[in-house]
Nanobody
């Protein structure tokens, strides 16, 4: 039922910017968490940034605070991740996800996932 489709990934030089988007459909929860995870080769999937649909609750991983900004449209149909000052260590597959709670930023708490979009940052 739930479909999440990411787009906007690509290859950029360090210091550059990308804006990821996630088109959302089929979510029946009234309140839920939408967010971004990333996974680099040989590393665990980690939470990046999350937006709770109360409209004002945001969560960011320490590694991206001040560089990434998460936002959502009023219709809750699109989730964005503006990524500035990108670093090579940001290179990963980025996934959007939907769950009931944002607080833990744990992949296991998110039952719905997109297919991912690759972000590659070169030096």
């Amino acid at each position: 039922q739930v479909q999440l489709v990411e787009s906007g990934g690509g290859s950029v030089q360090a210091g550059g910017s990308l804006r990821l988007s996630c088109a959302v459909s089929g979510v029946t929860y009234f309140w839920y968490c939408m967010g971004w995870f990333r996974q680099a080769p040989a590393k665990e999937r980690e939470g990046v940034a999350f937006f709770y649909t109360d409209g004002g609750t945001l969560y960011y991983a320490d590694s991206v605070k001040g560089r990434f900004t998460i936002s959502q449209d009023n219709a809750k149909k699109t989730l964005w991740l503006q990524m500035n000052s990108l670093k090579p260590e940001d290179t990963a597959m980025y996934y959007c996800a939907v769950g009931r709670s944002c607080g833990g930023m744990k992949a296991g708490d998110f039952p719905y996932w997109g297919q991912g979009t690759q972000v590659t940052v070169s030096s």
